[in-house]
T-cell receptor
Framework: AQKVTQAQTEISVVEKEDVTLDCVYETRDTTYYLFWYKQPPSGELVFLIR??????QNEISGRYSWNFQKSTSSFNFTITASQVVDSAVYFCALSRTSGTYKYIFGTGTRLKVLA | NAGVMQNPRHLVRRRGQEARLRCSPM?????VYWYRQLPEEGLKFMVYLQKENIIDESGMPKERFSAEFPKEGPSILRIQQVVRGDSAAYFC??????????????FGQGTRLTVV
């Protein structure tokens, strides 16, 4: 069975602080995809990143970085120098690399960045 | 190149009425997925359709819910005799083909259904 756990329900930080959102997953597949999505207050889903399980290199995109640790089944997301516009719910998701795009989503972490 | 279009964005229905949610996939995409997001929860897979076929409906409630993706026109998620517990955001995603083709899935902006 596949499962994604985001243990942090809500995090509040002050602007310019760094913040890390945790994601732990379970799967029996040897290859899989991991994703992060942002859901701002307006409600749409904004794609942030897709990572294939055989690519364990960490990735940085501007203020965003992702740490994929296959040994601990974690795919954590760090925002550096957070801004108020980063306030949103962030979802981690998992899918197989073959078959359907049946994403398994975590329950999300609500990030509040205070000015 | 328009993205995945869902309409309406907001839908209010009284208990017992029918709700019809529409999803127009991205141009050229023939695979559609529906997800439901209950308040304060993550998205849950409902159904996967290709043109004129339901491929996987393992996440669909057994009663009152149905989905179709006709040869022409948008995909429709239909909820009959809505109840308050159906209030949620319903998201549609579309893709060009199966994952083996290394294609990405794209989400629409969602339809927020409120049952009063």
């Amino acid at each position: 069975a596949q499962k994604v756990t985001q243990a942090q329900t809500e995090i509040s930080v002050v602007e310019k602080e760094d913040v890390t959102l945790d994601c732990v997953y379970e799967t029996r597949d040897t290859t899989y995809y991991l994703f992060w999505y942002k859901q701002p207050p307006s409600g749409e889903l904004v794609f942030l990143i897709r990572r294939n399980s055989f690519d364990e290199q960490n990735e940085i995109s501007g203020r965003y970085s992702w740490n994929f640790q296959k040994s601990t089944s974690s795919f954590n997301f760090t925002i550096t120098a957070s801004q108020v516009v980063d306030s949103a719910v962030y979802f981690c998701a998992l899918s197989r690399t073959s078959g359907t795009y049946k994403y398994i989503f975590g329950t999300g972490t609500r990030l509040k960045v205070l000015a | 190149n328009a993205g995945v279009m869902q309409n309406p964005r907001h839908l209010v229905r009284r208990r017992g009425q029918e709700a019809r949610l529409r999803c127009s996939p991205m141009k050229g995409h023939s695979h559609v997925y529906w997800y439901r997001q209950l308040p304060e929860e993550g998205l849950k897979f409902m159904v996967y359709l290709q043109k004129e076929n339901i491929i996987d409906e393992s996440g669909m409630p057994k009663e009152r819910f149905s989905a179709e993706f006709p040869k022409e026109g948008p995909s429709i998620l239909r909820i009959q005799q809505v109840v308050r517990g159906d209030s949620a955001a319903y998201f549609c995603a579309s893709s060009l083909g199966r994952r083996e083709l290394n294609t990405e899935a794209f989400f629409g902006q969602g339809t927020r259904l409120t049952v009063v």
